[in-house]
């Protein structure tokens, strides 16, 4: 079995020749400046693996039609939800990603955790420019008022959410400085 390395590079190699392929057919390939084409190789490179850092970072997440179809709802409830502040929704490309510790898993279907909700309105409340990555990064960082655990994790166990509010405002107030 291959290595990720070389997975990696056989992806690439299949993407670039049928991208090639297709510049070289119009023409357009010897009317790019070749160093405008390396950097926009590089950015490609980073745009296509930014997807797997930011799982790693923010952890997983579903995407508003899995959100909509778990909850049952249209995509006008959850866009509502977002605005509402009860949802905390990532930009990604044409859609938006959920981080997953926002729901709790019910028999058969999710339901949205209210909890959410008191913590987004206490990082909109102390810090109104506050964007929803900031709160996605803060929700998978260990907090002392959560014994060391991250916000995600308290929530998923169904913790007080006293504490996590509390872990909000703290760090709802130190970005607004």
Not at 21 to 28: I, K, P, R, V
Not at 66 to 85: D, F, H, P, Y
Not at 97 to 120: D, I, K, N, S, T
């Given at each position: 079995?291959?290595?990720?390395?070389?997975?990696?590079?056989?992806?690439?190699?299949?993407?670039?020749?049928?991208?090639?392929?297709?510049?070289?057919?119009?023409?357009?390939?010897?009317?790019?400046?070749?160093?405008?084409?390396?950097?926009?190789?590089?950015?490609?490179?980073?745009?296509?693996?930014?997807?797997?850092?930011?799982?790693?970072?923010?952890?997983?997440?579903?995407?508003?039609?899995?959100?909509?179809?778990?909850?049952?709802?249209?995509?006008?409830?959850?866009?509502?939800?977002?605005?509402?502040?009860?949802?905390?929704?990532?930009?990604?490309?044409?859609?938006?990603?959920?981080?997953?510790?926002?729901?709790?898993?019910?028999?058969?279907?999710?339901?949205?955790?209210?909890?959410?909700?008191?913590?987004?309105?206490?990082?909109?409340?102390?810090?109104?420019?506050?964007?929803?990555?900031q709160i996605a990064a803060w929700?998978?960082?260990?907090?002392?008022?959560?014994?060391?655990?991250?916000?995600?994790?308290?929530?998923?166990?169904?913790?007080?959410?006293?504490?996590?509010?509390?872990?909000?405002?703290?760090?709802?107030?130190?970005?607004?400085?």
């Amino acid at each position: 079995m291959a290595d990720s390395y070389s997975l990696l590079e056989e992806g690439l190699k299949v993407g670039l020749y049928e991208a090639v392929e297709d510049l070289q057919s119009t023409g357009l390939l010897d009317r790019i400046d070749p160093d405008q084409l390396a950097e926009r190789a590089r950015q490609a490179v980073h745009a296509a693996l930014a997807s797997f850092v930011w799982e790693e970072r923010l952890g997983p997440a579903l995407e508003t039609g899995q959100v909509c179809q778990e909850l049952g709802v249209s995509r006008q409830a959850v866009a509502k939800a977002v605005i509402a502040g009860r949802l905390v929704a990532l930009p990604a490309g044409k859609t938006r990603r959920f981080p997953v510790w926002q729901f709790r898993r019910q028999p058969g279907r999710l339901e949205m955790r209210a909890e959410v909700a008191e913590v987004v309105g206490v990082f909109r409340r102390v810090y109104p420019e506050v964007k929803a990555v900031q709160i996605a990064a803060w929700a998978r960082t260990t907090q002392p008022e959560l014994d060391g655990t991250t916000p995600a994790e308290w929530l998923e166990r169904e913790r007080p959410v006293h504490p996590a509010v509390l872990a909000a405002e703290r760090a709802a107030g130190a970005l607004a400085k």
